[in-house]
């Protein structure tokens, strides 16, 4: 029996006080500040110039962390639905549904940036290294495509940077205002 299982057993145990499954608790962080790092290095080495080695070096650590990140995200979406998540907590209709509506869209976050990002780098000469080694390359030099996908994907860094931000106030809000142990839940 899982832990989710054992707790949803326990009947003395109210929905606040089940805690999600310790692999889901770890995936959660790991992927948690993988992404925070990739936000910060997509937005950062853009702005360097063109030609720097630097900004070579680091594009590729992007690529393969964000690659890492993608099957991080399919092990995390796997174990989700094998193990399940505890019930949510009492809230208000509107908050629940909030809460349900940020998660949702970010896990189509977490799989479109890397997706698009893969995508966009496929359609020009350089193709994808992951952590050195060179992945097969099916894309072709193509401007229109690599722009198509990169803006893609920096509409969706800024929708995620807005869902993170959310998902952030919404678990403060529950930590230092409704006090009622959200968090600890997942930590
Ligand atoms: C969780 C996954 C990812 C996140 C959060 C992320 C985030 C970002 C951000 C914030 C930018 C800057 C966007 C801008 O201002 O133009 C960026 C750029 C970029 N990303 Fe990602 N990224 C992810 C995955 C990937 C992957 C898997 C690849 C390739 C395999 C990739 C390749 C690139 C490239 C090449 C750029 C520069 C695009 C350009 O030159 O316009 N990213 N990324």
Redesign the pocket.
């Known amino acids: 029996m899982n832990t989710v299982q054992t707790h949803r057993a326990a009947s003395h145990v109210t929905d606040a006080q089940q805690r999600f499954a310790p692999s889901l608790i770890l995936l959660h962080w790991v992927i948690a500040l993988?992404?925070l790092a990739?936000?910060g290095?997509?937005?950062y080495?853009?702005g360097l110039p063109r030609g720097l080695p630097f900004k070579a070096a680091l594009?590729n650590f992007?690529?393969s962390?964000?690659?890492t990140?993608?099957l991080l995200v399919l092990v995390r979406i796997v174990v989700r639905l094998v193990v399940g998540r505890p019930a949510m907590p009492p809230m208000r209709a509107w908050q629940r549904a909030a809460a349900r509506i940020t998660q949702v869209l970010l896990y189509v976050a977490?799989i479109a940036?890397?997706?698009?990002?893969?995508l966009?780098?496929s359609f020009n000469t350089y193709g994808?290294r992951f952590w050195g080694v060179l992945l097969p390359k099916w894309g072709w030099d193509d401007k229109g495509l690599r722009e198509l996908f990169?803006g893609i994907?920096?509409i969706c860094?800024w929708i995620?940077i807005a869902l993170v931000a959310l998902h952030v106030a919404g678990a403060l809000k529950h930590q230092l205002i409704d006090r009622d142990g959200l968090l600890s839940r997942i930590t």
């Open positions: 993988a992404i990739m936000l290095i997509g937005l080495m853009v594009i992007h690529k962390l964000g690659m990140v993608f977490m940036m890397p997706l698009t990002g893969y966009g780098s994808t990169f994907h920096e860094a995620m």
